[in-house]
């Protein structure tokens, strides 16, 4: 089907402390709200991890500040750092000391 979005679940318990939590989240290649996607669609999807829409932080494009203009201002002015923490050379090298002394 359509890749352009996937919903990922997750879930867990500090049985410590007696909590379990649920929760979902919607990625896209951009960190947008899929605009071409129906809004049925994802709701459904969210559904079927047992999750309303409302119970989630940026439930859609005009309804939380996660997707408003403010914030997508900020993110094109504060891009997030998408280099390599390591050069490829020093992975590399990594992956050879591996071998060597397995």
């Known amino acids: 089907d359509d ?3 996937v919903v990922f679940h997750y879930s867990g318990a500090a049985s ?4 379990s939590y649920v929760g ?3 990625c896209t290649d951009t960190g ?3 605009q071409d996607a129906p809004r049925e669609r994802i709701e459904r999807a969210f ?3 047992d999750l309303r829409l409302w119970e989630l932080y940026g439930h859609g494009p005009d309804e939380s500040f996660m997707w408003s203009d403010e914030q997508t201002r900020w993110i094109e002015i504060n891009p ?4 390599p923490l390591a050069p490829a050379e020093a992975e590399a090298a990594d992956r050879e ?3 060597t002394q397995s």
Not at 16 to 19: E, H, R, Y
Not at 80 to 83: Q, S
């Open 3 to 5: 890749l352009s979005w």
């Open 16 to 19: 410590v402390v007696g909590q």
């Open 24 to 26: 979902a989240l919607l």
């Open 32 to 34: 947008m709200w899929p």
């Open 47 to 49: 559904a079927r991890c």
């Open 80 to 83: 997030p750092p998408l280099t």
């Open 97 to 99: 000391a591996a071998l």
